[in-house]
């Protein structure tokens, strides 16, 4: 479904990607995990065309990325950021209206997409008519994916979806997300810097270090036989503080 | 691009036909300088040709001696009066000519005729405070060598004429070193205040008398005559043939106590030059004309109409050009730098030398008063649109871009509307610059609230500054309001709330 294919990225002559190869099989939910600065976010922005590889090439749906085809592209996508990305002088459905109205999608289907998505994310209609600085951190993450899912693009780009949210929220949307995604049956590619996140998520990790791919597997298959040794590394140090604090109370 | 081409075609459409509006009318325009004699002699010249059923204009106040011949010249006026000193050091300078007909030779080659002298002599001289020439007994122009000390202030235009300062300190040797340039009319006061000790005169002067000045002897004959002609444009007579008879009609008729009694009238006695001119007419030619006398209401309603329509045509192309030039400079930066530098500097270019640039291109009046408003309020909005539209959150850009929003629908839909409050906020500095500056637009002709400004500044008279000053500052108030209440209504409910919970 996503192809990268020896992909090379400098930013002011840094090399940030270095000859990365990747194919996302379709249907699957895939993890992009790793410590701050590894070049998750990169990659992630390169899959969308925000950014161009030095050296390399990118596929989707079979078709290699170019300036010609990129918007036709990315109508097929949707793009969740961190903060949402919500224009702020748009109301919530006008947010997630503008796509479909800019080409011209039957309004009353349009609306009945809407409530579908409503449902799905258990949003209230209510919310719709509110400005973004309106709404909880969690609302405006909810309408984002609502907006990045209204033309039903068969690939869905998240960018550490949850990591400006409070851990109630986190916890709660994370369930939620799982079961979309479940529902839904589609590509997904998600950042995170949470292993716990990634766990609980994706059919498939990436792990990445130094941009460079270490490992892209299952993740019982990570723990049973990592490639390196950073891998273990990266998966118990997110579990240590849990243990400790077990072994405290006990 | 297409709104860009617009915009191009109405700026285009600005430039061209603005000009054409100054040539309509077959009026003679007859101009003065900004001072109280050169628009009196003015005035008498308008009525006297109006009294013969020939129409005229006046237009007041342009500046000037430059100013006013450079107009001749390019037949953006037809009339105006000047002296004979004036013509020969500082119109002809380096033409090296002394005699009248060598005069009358030099002036024909730019088509211009010159009338026989009107009668007084108006020659410059230096006036001191008589406390002042009692301490340092002065008495001759030669007396000021032994006191450097001095300070002298001179009208800009003396200051750097041929026959101004610098060739009368070499003609009398003088060593003052603090010299400085200012308004005639401040002058005085400045005297008065003794913030300066030694100012320039011109002998008919009617605050000569009223300040009770000493005049410094000229003992070693330095300035010349200055002798009142009408010079006026040769292609004049094949229009109006008579012209020459009626000019002729004002040769040798104003003698030196005549023309201190109307200055004085005006600058004193707080007549209208147009009075005064019209009861010299009277006397002198047993005419019985009444000039109608414009109440401040009239003037005020004049004054706003040419005051808007010089804000509101400026603004107007002004928004039309920097908002396209403030789009162009945030999609490519170096080209970003280069516009933004350009009107930089333009917006440094002080506001008299622009209106004196523009002349030679556009004439006298309301035209180059527009351009030069024009480019000054480009900078605020060319600045603002390009830092809104560079300073949008990156998270915003971003998902315009991976939404598949092509160039064009990102710029319109969400990029504008997110700028906008910076847009505005610079279509309000401008603005409110633009009313300050357009004030100074009446230097050129462009007339506006400087006009009083500029009357009220040369006659000494607060009510008349006021009359000008205070529509300005209401004006500025007024458009400040409007933009906020714009603001209001024209920005999304979504960034005001932002604005209020952040602040």
Redesign the interface.
């Known amino acids: 479904m996503i192809r990268l294919e020896q992909i090379t990225k400098s930013f002011n002559g840094n090399e940030v990607i270095h000859d990365l190869s990747l194919d996302v099989p379709a249907g699957k939910t895939v993890v992009l995990v790793g410590p701050s600065g590894c070049g998750k976010s990169t990659l992630l922005?390169l899959m969308?065309g925000?950014l161009w590889p030095d050296q390399g090439s990118i596929a989707l749906f079979q078709k290699y990325l170019s300036r010609k085809n990129?918007?036709?592209?990315?109508?097929q996508?949707g793009?969740v950021?961190?903060?949402?990305?919500?224009?702020?002088?748009?109301?919530a459905v006008q947010n997630m209206r503008?796509?479909a109205d800019?080409l011209k999608y039957d309004p009353d289907k349009t609306d009945h997409r809407i409530a579908e998505l409503c449902e799905l994310t258990h949003i209230s209609t209510d919310l719709l008519n509110r400005?973004?600085?309106?709404l909880s951190g969690g609302q405006v993450q909810r309408i984002?994916l609502m907006?990045a899912l209204m033309l039903d693009p068969q690939i869905l780009?998240l960018d550490e979806p949850l990591g400006a949210l409070d851990p109630l929220n986190r916890v709660s949307l994370q369930e939620e997300m799982k079961s979309i995604f479940s529902q839904l049956g589609k590509t997904v590619v998600l950042v995170t810097h949470d292993m716990g996140e990634a766990a609980a998520l994706a059919d498939l990790i990436v792990i990445m270090k130094d941009g460079y791919l270490l490992q892209f597997d299952t993740l019982s298959n990570l723990s049973a036989h990592p490639a390196d040794p950073f891998v273990t590394e990266f998966i118990n140090a997110q579990r240590k503080p849990w243990q400790q604090l077990e072994d405290q109370i006990k | 691009m297409t709104t860009l081409r617009l915009y191009l075609y109405l700026a285009i459409c600005f430039f061209t036909l603005a000009p054409a509006q100054a040539e309509s009318g077959l009026e003679i325009r007859i101009g003065s300088k900004k001072f109280t004699e050169s628009v009196i002699l003015s005035e008498v010249i308008t009525q006297h040709l109006q009294t013969n059923k020939i129409s005229t204009v006046h237009r007041d106040q342009l500046g000037g001696t430059r100013l006013l011949w450079k107009a001749l010249v390019q037949g953006e006026l037809d009339i105006y009066p000047d002296y004979t000193g004036t013509i020969i050091y500082e119109i002809l300078q380096g033409e090296k000519v002394t005699s009248d007909p060598e005069v009358k030779a030099a002036l024909a080659r730019h088509g211009v005729s010159i009338t026989d002298p009107l009668g007084f002599n108006n020659t410059y001289a230096l006036g001191i405070k008589p406390s002042t020439a009692a301490k340092y007994s002065l008495q001759s122009i030669s007396d000021l060598r032994q006191y450097p000390e001095l300070r002298f202030g001179f009208t800009n235009e003396f200051m750097d004429r041929e026959d101004g300062w610098p060739s009368l300190r070499d003609h009398y040797q003088l060593p003052q070193t603090s010299v400085r340039g200012l308004d005639h009319d401040l002058a005085y006061k400045g005297l008065e205040a003794e913030s300066i000790d030694l100012i320039d005169l011109y002998s008919t002067d009617a605050e000569i008398a009223y300040y009770q000045l000493a005049v410094l002897e000229d003992d070693k004959s330095y300035f010349p005559d200055y002798r009142a002609v009408i010079l006026y444009r040769t292609d004049l007579l094949e229009r109006v043939p008579l012209l020459q008879t009626y000019l002729d009609q004002l040769v040798g008729s104003i003698s030196e106590a005549e023309m201190i009694t109307m200055n004085s009238n005006v600058k004193l006695d707080g007549h209208s030059e147009a009075e005064v001119a019209q009861e010299f007419l009277n006397v002198k030619f047993n005419t019985l004309s009444k000039i109608e006398v414009s109440t401040r209401f009239d003037r005020l309603i004049t004054t706003t109409k040419e005051h808007l329509f010089l804000v509101s045509l400026s603004l107007g192309a002004a928004i039309l050009v920097a908002i396209p030039l403030g789009i162009w400079g945030a999609k490519n930066s170096t080209q970003g730098q280069i516009i933004l530098s350009v009107v930089g500097i333009i917006q440094t270019i002080p506001s008299l030398a622009l209106l004196v640039f523009m002349i030679p291109l556009l004439g006298i009046g309301g035209p180059p008063a527009l351009v030069a408003l024009f480019l000054y309020s480009l900078l605020p909005i060319v600045r603002n649109t390009l830092s809104g539209l560079t300073g949008l959150p990156i998270?915003?850009q971003?998902?315009?871009?991976?939404?598949?929003?092509?160039p064009a629908?990102r710029l319109k839909?969400?990029e504008l509307?997110?700028a906008a409050r910076s847009i505005l906020a610079g279509i309000k500095t401008s603005a409110v610059i633009n009313v300050g500056t357009a004030t100074l637009g009446a230097l050129i002709g462009a007339g506006g609230y400087g006009q009083p400004i500029l009357t009220g500044i040369r006659l000494d008279d607060t009510g008349l500054i006021l009359e000008g000053a205070i529509p300005a500052a209401i004006l500025a108030l007024l458009v400040q309001w409007s933009f906020d209440l714009a603001e209001r209504t024209l920005?999304?409910?979504?960034?005001q709330?932002?604005q209020e919970?952040s602040s």
Request: aromatic residues 8%; proline residues 9%; charged residues 20%.
């Open positions: 922005r969308v925000l990129l918007e036709a592209l990315r109508q996508v793009f950021l961190q903060d949402g990305g919500l224009f702020p002088h748009m109301t503008l796509m800019y400005y973004p600085a309106e984002a907006r780009f | 998270d915003v971003e998902s315009a871009r991976a939404l598949g929003l092509p629908a839909m969400i509307p997110l920005l999304s409910p979504g960034i709330t932002k919970t």
